[in-house]
C-alpha cells in the first residue's frame, strides 16, 4: 500500500491478463490454419484491447512471421468504420457468413435415415419427417452484398394448395439436420401463393444479403410473381 493507493507487483498484474491472451492468440491460431487464410501476411490489430502492449507482444511472439500492424487510435477502428459505412454502404462488398441460413421443410419419410419422432401423417395419407433444415447459405460461406445466394427450389404437399408457408431459421452449425435442434432460431416466415394445381408446382427461394438485412425472395416459377421478405439483422 502506498498512502490510499494498492500496489502490485507487474508480474502479479500481467496474470491477471493470461487467460485471455491465450484465448486471443489459440482463435488466431484456428484461424491462420483455414484455407481460406492461407498464405496471409499481416494481422491488423483494431479496437480498445489491441493498444495494450500485452496483447501486442503475445501476438508478435506467436506469430513471428506475420506482420503486425496497430494503426494510431486503434480503439476508435470500429466506430470509424461504421461512420464510413454509414456514408458509403459500398465500401463493403464482400462478407463471410457467420451464420447458416435456410428454410424448414419437410421430405418423404425414410425410416433408415429419419428419427421417429419426426415422422407425421399428413391429410393425404403420406408420411413425411418434418422439421427438415433445407440450408440456403453455410456458415463460411462468402457472400457478395446485393447477389442472391444458392437459390434452392420448393414444392406444394398436396394437389390443390394455394400456398407455400416457408418459415426462415438461422443457426451456427455448419451442417444441422433438423430446425427443433438446440441452437436453431426462426427468424421469420414467407407465404408464397402458388397458381394452379399438382404437386409439381415450384417455388425457388434465395437470399439477397445487404447491410444491416436480409431479403428473402421467392419466384413462383409458373408465373415469374416474386414475394419478398426483409428481415432485419444486426447479428
Known amino acids: 500500500m502506498a498512502g490510499d493507493k494498492l500496489r502490485l507487483d507487474a508480474?502479479?498484474?500481467?496474470?491477471?491478463?493470461?487467460?485471455?491472451l491465450l484465448n486471443i492468440v489459440e482463435h488466431l491460431s484456428d484461424l491462420l490454419q483455414k484455407p481460406e487464410c492461407k498464405g496471409v501476411e499481416a494481422i491488423l490489430m483494431v479496437g480498445g484491447y489491441s493498444e495494450?502492449?500485452?496483447?501486442?507482444?503475445a501476438i508478435k511472439q506467436q506469430f513471428p512471421h506475420v506482420k503486425i500492424l496497430v494503426p494510431p487510435e486503434a480503439g476508435l477502428a470500429v466506430l470509424k468504420g461504421a461512420v464510413i459505412y454509414g456514408h458509403c454502404p459500398s465500401a463493403i462488398t464482400e462478407r463471410v457468413s457467420k451464420y447458416t441460413y435456410g428454410i424448414s421443410t419437410t421430405e418423404t419419410f425414410d425410416k433408415?435415415?429419419?428419427?421417429?419422432?419426426?415422422?407425421?401423417?399428413?391429410?393425404d395419407g403420406t408420411i413425411r419427417c418434418v422439421d427438415v433444415w433445407s440450408v440456403i447459405v453455410t456458415a463460411g460461406d462468402k457472400l457478395v452484398v446485393g447477389e442472391a445466394q444458392n437459390e434452392r427450389e420448393y414444392f406444394p404437399v398436396y394437389e390443390d394448395q394455394e400456398f407455400l408457408h416457408l418459415p426462415i431459421f438461422v443457426t451456427s452449425d455448419k451442417?444441422?439436420?433438423?430446425?427443433?435442434?438446440?441452437?436453431?432460431?426462426?427468424?421469420?416466415?414467407?407465404?408464397?401463393?402458388v397458381s394452379g394445381s399438382g404437386t409439381d408446382r415450384s417455388v425457388g427461394v434465395r437470399m439477397i444479403f445487404g447491410g444491416t438485412e436480409i431479403t428473402v425472395e421467392c419466384v413462383e416459377k409458373a408465373t415469374g410473381k416474386i414475394t419478398q421478405l426483409d428481415i432485419a439483422f444486426l447479428m
Open 112 to 123: 433408415n435415415k429419419h428419427p421417429w419422432s419426426k415422422r407425421e401423417v399428413f391429410s
Open 175 to 193: 451442417d444441422p439436420k433438423f430446425t427443433t435442434d438446440v441452437g436453431s432460431k426462426k427468424v421469420g416466415s414467407v407465404t408464397v401463393p
Open 11 to 20: 508480474d502479479i498484474m500481467s496474470s491477471f491478463f493470461t487467460t485471455s
Open 52 to 57: 495494450s502492449i500485452l496483447l501486442q507482444d
